[in-house]
C-alpha cells in the first residue's frame, strides 16, 4: 500500500507539472507571457527541461503535425491512464 501511494504521489506531482506546462505554452502562444522576461524564461526552460525526455519519444511515434504538437497531449493522457485505471489495476483497487 505504501508503494502504490508513493506511486501515486509521483504520478500527482508529473500532473501538476504537465498541467503548468501546457497553461504556459498556451499563455505563451497567444502573447499573455513574454519569454523575454527572465521569470518566465526561466519557468518555461524549466519545464521543457523536465518534460522533454517524455515527449521526444511520444513525437517520434507520431505523425508529423508541424504547427501543432500532439506530443503533451498523448503524454497527458497516458499519465492519467496511469494514474487512474492501471495502477489501481495492478495494486487491485480496482
Known sequence: MVIYQ???LILGVAYMIM????????LI?????NTQQPLV???????NRLLEPVYAPIRQVL??????????LVAF?????LRSIIL????GLG
Open 29 to 33: 502562444s497567444f502573447q499573455v507571457l
Open 63 to 72: 505523425p508529423d503535425t508541424r504547427p501543432l504538437d500532439l506530443a503533451p
Open 19 to 26: 498541467i503548468a506546462h501546457i497553461i504556459m505554452s498556451w
Open 6 to 8: 508513493l506511486l501515486q
Open 88 to 91: 489501481p489495476a495492478l495494486f
Open 41 to 47: 524564461w526561466q519557468l518555461w526552460t524549466g519545464l
Open 77 to 81: 493522457v497516458g499519465l492519467i491512464a
